[in-house]
């Protein structure tokens, strides 16, 4: 289904046209090419591309996807099915604000799905919804990467850590008022959906330096450590300066000093062909259960 | 004496505005490249290989190794692509690195492209993390400002570029190779191996792609030698590692110790689960690696202890969980997970990830049939080692290890709701009081 067959109602003013009027086609275009530049081959500059039009339409539109298949050599069907299979390409016009609960196992068990059942109640909206005003576009999250807060809000994917049913609800009536709020780790305030694409697209916004660099369970093993005088083994060169007693780790037989991985080949080619089963590399994975976990591999 | 921590990377995370290159510099930063680049980059491999640094995105492959399959140059160009796209449940350690000290990454990216002679390297960020954005961002370009990018790095007549690309919301693209598809501008899916990326990689050019992890702990491995590196860890899971606590715990957080610490030596550090309650069940590299109970307190916290103990490092992501908690609703919450981010091409996992779901569902709100525990079985035996890539395998693992486990829980799955069993007020960190039962939130993407 192609993104133009949405049968979304759409009010006056958010009528797409045929497309960008000179002037903004002009600045797109030189947006287009500074991303395109940054790639040996153009193609790439296809997902900034897209994050590029939601900051100007704030959503993937039938007039962003000519756009960007136009600039990019491709077809609308092509650009089309690449910009539905990413959640954060939007099919219909966003809120000002996208308010993601995480509703993932670790930040739903400690409060996420109450949290989400309050605001989804609060704004009278459900997942992938906007309230009438265009404020708010209400979405059920996955995991964010910040486990040690949960339970996490992402507002405009800025962080608001521990968060509680009363918590969110404030947030989001400041967010519903036009107030600016400031998120736990990030910058002094949420910018808009719109801000936020056009960073996501490579162009900075100059606020790198806003905010924290670490929040409290970040720093948990950090302050620990100072606290007990743990320090990891200094570096030989450091060492005489070194006072404190190492992290003597958990090992208990000291490796040949000689140890040395396997060099099939000569530099940077240590192998006359990559490693095309685990048993190349290690016997030991010879295993009849499959390893499952080089999805996340690197 | 007890392992202790051993802060490397999080030893800056405390420091004053710790993301700008100066403060940075100020702790030591950029002696690494320094060092690499009086150095035949041939030796800079050697280095890392022998210090056995192993992959920290999960799989535990040897870094060195990966560097070492690339073929012998032809004169084209070869890449390094950082894989930022951490997204598996539970792990939240990139993220707060690339917060707190995006130096780290940068400058083991410089490093690890002039050992593999790269002149072009990628970092590919997850796009749901506005911050880290920008402050990857701004790193780059003080790098550049400095010397350390560009043209002639430090005089040496080394040349790199950095591409900083922010992903779109698919957790697939944490698959190296669906993570090289969705850089060319592609749906994220999952490409055939063989080849693999070191011989047909990005623009099918020879392509390393590691873990920001990974690659933010070459500098002190330059720094210190081998020999440094491998002080701490255990004999085959050498040096330090961010072990990261979340739920049920008094201090959930960052933890950096040696490889090889135990569950139990964490929690005594992070105080212990909360007050008033037990361990239950915890995962020990997230929601893909096969849950630990608290009989699993002791297993060494590395690649080979943990496997022997039929579960997987991962990406140390310690999610706990206490005795509030109902394991068939934690599951099936993942499972619509894996369901939700499956990229739909391959069948197993397209078709068996919504059996799944929808088998767990009707577990959950206490509907579930005699023979549903026995279909999941079957439909987990279809998908591990059938599927694609690792994501299919990944969905199979809190299923099979929580009804190995906790087969009664499933068992009453048959007649009691879990949210009956286990009231979620009481696992939640704040006092609430439910409106709606789990069987309704349940299978929200259905």
Same mark, same amino acid.
């Given at each position: 289904m192609s993104v133009e067959q949405v049968p979304v109602p759409r009010t006056n003013g958010q009528t797409h046209r045929a497309g960008y009027d000179e002037e903004t086609r002009a600045r797109l275009s030189a947006d287009a090419a500074a991303i395109k530049a940054r790639y040996p081959q153009e193609r790439s500059a296809l997902l900034p591309m897209l994050h590029l039009v939601q900051s100007e339409d704030g959503y993937v539109s039938p007039r962003g996807i000519a756009f960007c298949a136009a600039e990019l050599g491709l077809t609308t069907a092509e650009v089309s099915a690449v910009a539905t299979? $990413?959640?954060? $390409?939007?099919r219909h016009p966003n809120g000002t604000y996208t308010v993601g609960v995480c509703t993932n196992t670790l930040c739903a068990i400690m409060g996420g799905d109450a949290i989400w059942e309050e605001l989804s109640d609060h704004l009278g909206i459900g997942h992938d919804e906007t309230t009438d005003d265009g404020a708010i576009t209400l979405e059920r999250v996955e995991c964010n990467a910040a486990c040690d807060y949960a339970p996490v809000v992402m507002v405009n994917w800025e962080f608001f850590d521990n968060q509680t049913p009363d918590s969110a609800v404030a947030l989001a009536d400041e967010l519903t008022a036009g107030h600016p709020v400031t998120p736990t780790r990030g910058a002094h305030s949420v910018c808009t959906f719109k801000e936020m694409s056009r960073v996501l697209a490579g162009f900075g916004d100059g606020r790198a330096d806003e905010g924290i660099g670490a929040g409290g369970p970040t720093l948990a093993g950090t302050v620990l450590a100072r606290e007990q005088g743990w320090v990891a083994p200094p570096f030989p060169a450091d060492a005489e300066a070194s006072t404190k007693t190492p992290a003597r780790g958990t090992r208990t037989t000291k490796a040949p000093a000689a140890s040395h991985a396997p060099k099939p080949g000569g530099e940077q080619s240590s192998a006359e062909r990559p490693a095309t089963t685990p048993g190349d590399v290690s016997p030991a994975r010879r295993t009849t259960k499959k390893q499952s976990d080089d999805a996340k591999e690197s | 004496m007890a392992t202790t921590l051993a802060p490397v990377l999080t030893d800056l995370w405390d420091k004053d505005r710790s993301w700008t290159l100066a403060t940075y510099e100020d702790n030591g930063g950029y002696r690494g490249l320094r060092r690499a680049l009086s150095l035949p980059a041939g030796d800079v491999v050697t280095m890392v290989k022998d210090s056995g640094l192993r992959g920290r995105g999960g799989a535990g492959f040897p870094t060195g190794m990966k560097w070492g399959f690339l073929p012998a140059p032809d004169g084209g160009p070869r890449y390094l692509v950082v894989n930022a796209d951490e997204s598996e449940p539970g792990t939240c350690k990139d993220i707060p690195l690339m917060l707190a000290s995006p130096q780290h990454l940068i400058e083991g990216m410089i490093i690890t492209s002039y050992a593999i002679g790269c002149h072009h390297a990628f970092v590919y960020v997850r796009g749901e993390v506005l911050h880290v954005y920008r402050r990857l961002l701004k790193s780059i370009e003080e790098a550049y400002a400095a010397g350390y990018l560009g043209k002639n790095i430090l005089g040496s007549g080394f040349d790199l570029d950095i591409t900083l690309h922010s992903g779109a919301g698919a957790y697939i693209c944490g698959e190296e190779t669906a993570l090289l598809d969705s850089l060319e501008g592609l749906r994220g899916q999952p490409r055939l191996k063989p080849p693999f990326p070191a011989v047909a990689g990005l623009y099918a050019r020879p392509t390393v792609v590691n873990n920001v992890e990974s690659i933010a702990s070459v500098p002190g491995i330059v720094v210190g030698g081998a020999d440094w590196f491998k002080q701490m860890g255990t004999e085959k899971s050498t040096g330090h590692g961010l072990f990261s606590l979340s739920g049920h715990v008094t201090r959930p957080g960052q933890y950096e110790a040696p490889l090889g610490i135990t569950l139990r030596e964490l929690l005594d550090m992070a105080g212990g689960i909360r007050e008033g309650h037990e361990l239950k069940f915890w995962t020990p590299g997230g929601s893909s690696t096969p849950i630990f109970t608290a009989e699993h307190l002791d297993v060494p916290l590395d690649y080979e202890s943990v496997g022997a103990a039929g579960s997987m490092l991962g990406t140390r992501a310690l999610q706990i969980f206490d005795d509030t908690t109902s394991v068939v609703r934690a599951v099936t919450r993942w499972t619509e997970f894996y369901k939700h981010e499956s990229c739909g091409k391959c069948t197993p996992c397209r078709e068996g990830t919504y059996w799944l779901a929808q088998v767990l569902q009707r577990l959950e709100a206490g509907r579930g049939t005699s023979a549903d525990i026995d279909l999941l079985l079957d439909l987990c035996d279809n998908i591990l080692g059938r599927a694609f890539c690792a994501l299919g395998d990944g969905a199979t693992s809190p299923i099979t290890s929580a009804i190995q486990y906790f087969r009664e829980e499933f068992e009453a799955g048959t007649h009691t709701p879990a949210d009956v069993l286990f009231p979620p007020e009481r696992s939640s960190l704040f006092a609430y009081t439910p409106r709606r039962s789990g069987a309704q939130l349940a299978g929200v993407h259905a």
């Open positions: 299979f $990413y959640t954060q $390409y939007k | -």
